[in-house]
């Protein structure tokens, strides 16, 4: 069996190759270097692929208004805002922040036609510890109204008991100040701030090839920029692909899924935003194969690859071998022969 140089690619097998040479007398030496062994093992084998990633937070949201008041206080970009918080000031009135699925599009007050955002702001009200006794429904009432007047008391407002469209931002839930639009001293009319929400997240581009690694509710691990680890799960998995772009002439072609990874500790990340990271998702368990060391596999010159098993009397012979699952610098071997605890050569070059 002819053992020469063969070039190989190295992202086939994660890892380098040691090529073997006959001389004349057809002894088999190693190109360069001295042979150290190690044992075939038998073990378990996890398919792992690495995949790069950003570290942000999640959900985009644009903060806008049409009451054309004058702008008399902002936050600034990384303020994180909650429940009952001022988002902007106009007219030197605070502008809060209500949690709910859908904004305030007409002016609330007692008599309005019922409608879900009466109960949204009721359920804000209670939430912020007004009207304990406040029956939480789709009603405006008057101890609706009594209660939001209460409320605008506590706020320095006007207490009319209506909240006019404007004089809350109603979002999903608490946002971090991404850009700050709008200038002090100035009409708010139009985009007051852009915002995210306060939750961290990776995102991540998987070669659509990969996508049985990214399942709802796995395990992964994440990368950082300072070398640390953090651990996370698979929240969201797009379903559509997304062509490469046009614009990497000579890159990557193969399509992509849109993956969400939430970090089971955030705080791990620090003050890092829009960073690069890494993300190692785990893919099929092989179990109770047996696996040596990537760098012991030798490529065929008649295609392929084997491995160099050492007798107990110090005798070599080629064993060829199929290649199955790569993991931590391992790879699973199958052949002739293969047993554990038998010694295969690790070239030292």
Known sequence: MAVVAVAVTAALIAGSVVLLTRDDRGSEQVAAGQDLTTPVVKTDLVETQQVGGTLGYAGT???ETDRSSIVTWLPQPGDTITRGQHVYDGDNQPVPLLYGKLPFWRELYHGV?????VRILEQNLRKLGYGGG??????F???TAATVRKWQKARGAERTGRVKVGDVVVLPGAIRVAEVKAKI???AAGEVLTATGVRKQVTVDLPATKSALAVRGSKVTVGLPDGKNASGKVVTVGTTAKAPSGDDEGGDKTPTLPVVIALDDPAVTGALD???VTVDFRGTVHKGVLAVPVNALLAL???GFGVQAVGGDGTKRIVVVELGAFADGQVEIKGNGLTAGMKVTVPST
Do not use: F, W
Not at 134 to 139: A, K, P, Y
């Open 61 to 63: 949201v644009s903060v």
């Open 113 to 117: 036609a019922d409608g879900p955002d």
């Open 134 to 139: 406040l029956n939480v429904d789709d009603e």
């Open 141 to 143: 009432t008057a101890a």
């Open 185 to 187: 001293g100035t009409r």
């Open 274 to 276: 829009g960073a690069p």
């Open 301 to 303: 010159a008649e295609g």
